[in-house]
């Protein structure tokens, strides 16, 4: 596989999707969020980037598990990490909400469960 030459002005564009995902939580601010799609877009073009430069020897099932195996530490720790936050100083009515979503994000289905 090709290496991939780095492309540092694509970091900027998450550094402001990442902002405007984060300010359109705030309800006062009122911004509707267009983070997504750019994050989206990004993401798409990376992969399509990738896809293109090994052509002749790309396999979507390889990528896929190599993109699974690369995030799920991150994802299993931030799962747990805000699990643990929730249950002392969050809402104690919501704790079998919480763990079903936590238990979706953990096998990787939270579209499935939301």
């Known amino acids: 596989m090709k290496k991939s030459k780095y492309i540092k ?37 990376l992969i399509t980037l990738i896809a293109f430069k090994n052509i002749e020897n790309f396999n979507l099932i390889s990528f896929l598990r190599d993109r699974i195996l690369s995030t799920y530490a991150q994802i299993f720790i931030s799962v747990i990490g805000t699990l643990f936050l929730l249950f002392f100083f969050g809402d104690l009515d919501k704790h079998i909400q919480l763990l079903r979503s936590g238990l979706s994000s953990i096998l990787l289905i939270t579209n499935f469960y939301f």
Do not use: K, P, Q, V
């Open 9 to 45: 002005e694509i970091d900027s564009l998450r550094g402001i999707s990442a902002i405007i995902i984060i300010l359109s939580h705030f309800d006062y601010l009122n911004i509707a969020s267009g983070g997504i799609n750019i994050f989206f877009t990004i993401s798409g073009y």
